[in-house]
C-alpha cells in the first residue's frame, strides 16, 4: 500500500474537540450499515474538508478503521491545506481509478495518521459527472466498506454542484455542513429535496463556524464537578465522624 504524511493537521479549540468527539460518538450509534458516509454542504467555503477530516481522525483515535475518500474532483483542497506528501511523485488518485488508469490498491494510501487511510483526488478535472456515472465509484465504496468501519466521502458543495448527488447514490447516509447564520433556509430545503431524490438518508447537520466560550464551559463543568465532589465528601465526612469519630477533611476541590 502507498503512503502519505499528513504534515500540517490544524489542532481544534476545546469546544471544537468536543463538538467532534460528540458528532462522530453519535455517528456510531447510527448502526452497523451505516458504513459509507458523505459529507457535503450548500455552498463552498462552509468547513465540509475539515469536519471530514477532523471525523477520520478522531474515528481513528477511537480504534475504528478509517479511510477517506476526497470526492471533490473539481476543486479539492485537502493536499493543499493539510500539507499531504506522497512517497512518490507519480502519485495517482481518485481520477485516475475512475478514469481507468489505476487500481483501487494503487489510490489508496496509508497516513500517519494510525488507522486512517486515504485515497486523495491527485488530479483535478474540469468536467467530472462522467466520470462518477460511471460503476467503478460504487464498486470502489463497496470494496472499502469490506475493509474499513467507516468510509468518508468528502463531497463537493450539494447546491453548487451536481457532484455530490451522484455521490449520495452510493451511500449510506449523509451529513450536511452548515455554515452558522450564513445559509437561508430555503437553500437548505433545497439540497434536503436534491439528497432525497437520491434515496440517501439524510443522518443530520453540522453547524460550522458558530462563536461557542469554551473557556466558560469549562469553568462550569469544573464548578460543577467539584461543587458535587465537595458535597459528596462533606456528607461522608459527617456520617464517618457521627460514627468513628473520625476527622477526614473537607475536599480542597484540587486534581490530583
Known amino acids: 500500500m502507498p503512503t502519505m504524511n499528513i504534515?500540517?493537521?490544524?489542532?481544534?479549540?476545546?469546544?471544537?474537540?468536543?463538538?467532534?468527539?460528540?458528532?462522530?460518538?453519535?455517528?456510531?450509534?447510527?448502526?452497523?450499515?451505516?458504513?459509507?458516509?458523505?459529507?457535503?454542504?450548500?455552498?463552498?467555503?462552509?468547513?465540509?474538508?475539515?469536519?471530514?477530516m477532523n471525523v477520520m481522525r478522531t474515528m481513528a483515535s477511537l480504534g475504528k478503521k478509517v479511510v477517506l475518500v476526497d470526492g471533490d474532483l473539481r476543486r479539492s483542497m485537502i493536499v493543499q491545506h493539510y500539507g499531504i506528501k506522497f512517497d512518490s511523485e507519480n502519485a495517482m488518485g481518485l481520477t485516475h481509478l475512475l478514469a481507468g488508469m489505476a487500481r483501487e490498491e494503487e489510490v489508496l494510501y496509508a497516513t500517519n495518521i494510525p488507522g486512517a487511510s486515504m485515497v486523495p483526488v491527485a488530479k483535478t478535472v474540469s468536467s467530472s459527472l462522467s466520470l462518477l456515472n460511471s460503476n467503478k465509484l460504487e464498486n470502489m465504496l463497496n470494496l472499502l466498506a469490506q475493509y474499513f468501519d467507516y468510509v468518508?466521502?468528502?463531497?463537493?458543495?450539494?447546491?453548487?454542484?451536481?457532484?455530490?448527488?451522484?455521490?449520495?447514490?452510493?451511500?449510506?447516509?449523509?451529513?450536511?455542513?452548515?455554515?452558522?447564520?450564513?445559509?437561508?433556509?430555503?437553500?437548505?430545503?433545497?439540497?434536503?429535496?436534491?439528497?432525497?431524490?437520491?434515496?440517501?438518508?439524510?443522518?443530520?447537520?453540522?453547524?460550522?463556524?458558530?462563536?461557542?466560550?469554551?473557556?466558560?464551559?469549562?469553568?462550569?463543568?469544573?464548578?460543577?464537578?467539584?461543587?458535587?465532589y465537595d458535597t459528596y465528601y462533606n456528607k461522608?465526612?459527617?456520617?464517618?465522624?457521627?460514627?468513628?469519630?473520625?476527622?477526614?477533611?473537607?475536599?480542597?476541590?484540587?486534581d490530583e
Open 152 to 228: 468518508i466521502v468528502d463531497a463537493p458543495p450539494i447546491g453548487a454542484l451536481i457532484d455530490a448527488a451522484q455521490i449520495a447514490r452510493y451511500c449510506d447516509g449523509t451529513l450536511i455542513v452548515v455554515s452558522y447564520n450564513m445559509i437561508r433556509k430555503q437553500e437548505l430545503v433545497d439540497a434536503q429535496h436534491q439528497l432525497e431524490a437520491t434515496g440517501c438518508p439524510i443522518l443530520g447537520t453540522v453547524i460550522n463556524q458558530a462563536q461557542f466560550d469554551s473557556y466558560m464551559s469549562r469553568k462550569y463543568y469544573y464548578k460543577s464537578y467539584y461543587s458535587h
Open 7 to 52: 504534515t500540517n493537521f490544524p489542532p481544534l479549540s476545546y469546544a471544537g474537540t468536543e463538538a467532534i468527539n460528540t458528532l462522530c460518538t453519535n455517528l456510531t450509534f447510527s448502526g452497523d450499515n451505516i458504513k459509507r458516509i458523505m459529507i457535503t454542504s450548500c455552498h463552498a467555503s462552509e468547513g465540509k474538508s475539515m469536519i471530514s
Open 236 to 254: 461522608s465526612d459527617s456520617s464517618s465522624s457521627s460514627k468513628h469519630g473520625s476527622k477526614r477533611g473537607k475536599a480542597s476541590g484540587k
